[in-house]
């Protein structure tokens, strides 16, 4: 089965919100082994609409579409789909049935747009929605089902979930899929990495790469008609994948890397503190995120002038007078100085030039030295990132828990 996902509203083509719903419908039909093959979002007015569907039919034996269910003179879906298929809008009598319960049970009568959200093409089947007030509505026609949402993300995935995902579990091609995940290192690299790996896949298994902010995401996903079988092929593709860049591979899924990081420090029995410059805070902000990071975690020094830097961290002015704040030396004393104050097994410290100004001609804007400290000694990495200032500096907190995940990793048991 190949689908095709229809978003609609004007809000979408404007850059004022983030198209979540098509996002949530994507997901869970390749999760059933369903095909997206083409993903349309359109205004809120009826050539767009009926143009869209045109297309969707043309690609897609099911289309799911959200928006346009609403009581407002732009809320057309229904309409537009009944003249597209050459049917007559009917009222049905459940869906009816609700809106007036729910408007009632508030002390009110329902007005004549609300009503006409009972309103559906003739032979659909309306979709109950228990989150809210506009039903949808699903329809056939000859090889094609339409199913139509409420463009709220809330409602749409509640009906979604509730009446149409349910019985597209059998229609899918059995597949399975995992997501491996990746710190320290470029997309491009990730690429070059698994070039063989790549190019030995078969007609049934795919690679996709994914350059998330610092970090490198590879779906890897195989069909096929023996689930038994695609999973143990899954499998196999996701050890030739690690086996050639475990250095670099986090997690999995959703795994997050402060999760990770937490978690190793918690099977070590280790503790960490960071002293924080550049980045702010943020590094502290995404361990923090982690339920019971305060078991190792002690917290985060955020020293951003150096006057902090003297005073809070025991870095000493002659060398911030010699070196500068931004400075391998200066990332080294941070590290080894918060280490010690707080009294942990790690220390990590981050500082650099996040711009738009400052930089040097040896340390341009972007350049972040990243230190580790720990019993063993002090450990400093410097690093280059591109972008604006907020992407620098999350770069930066990323690289800096890749590295403490890095050293971890290290005192792990072979």
Known sequence: MKAAILTIGSELLTGRIVDTNAKFLAFELARRGIRVVIHLSVDDRPDEISDALAVARSRADLILITGGLGPTVDDITSCVVAKLLGRRLVEDPGAAAAIREWYLRRGMEPHAGAMRQAMVPEGARAIANPVGIAPGFMIKEGRWTMAAFPGVPAEMRAMAE?????????????????????????????????????????????????????????????????????????????????????????????????????????????????????????????????????????????????????????????????????????????????????ATDIGLSTTGFAGPGGGAADDPVGTVYIGIADAQGVHVERGVFGGDRDAVRSRASSHALYLVWRLLVARSPK
Request: glycine share 8%; proline share 3%.
């Open 162 to 342: 509730m009446s149409v995902l349910p019985g597209l579990e059998s229609e899918g091609t059995p597949t399975a899929s995992r997501v491996l995940r990746f710190a320290g290192i470029s997309e491009s690299a990730v690429d070059l990495g698994i070039k063989e790996v790549w190019e030995s896949l078969r007609a049934d298994e795919s690679f996709a790469l994914q350059a998330a902010p610092a970090e490198v995401r590879l779906r890897i996903a195989v069909s096929g008609d023996d689930p038994a079988g695609v999973r143990l092929r899954l499998g196999e593709l996701e050890d030739e994948v690690r086996s050639r860049l475990a250095a670099h591979l986090f997690g999995c899924d959703e795994d997050e890397l402060e999760t990770v990081v937490i978690g190793l420090l918690r099977s070590h029995g280790s503790s960490l503190a960071a002293a924080e410059s550049i980045t702010g805070g943020l590094v502290a902000q995404r361990l923090t995120r982690v339920p019971g990071a305060s078991r190792v975690f002690h917290g985060s020094v955020v020293a951003y002038m150096e006057k902090a830097k003297r005073e809070w961290l025991g870095v000493p002015a002659e060398l911030l007078a010699e070196k500068g704040a931004v400075s391998r030396e200066t990332a080294a004393a941070m590290a080894e100085n918060v280490r010690k104050r707080a």
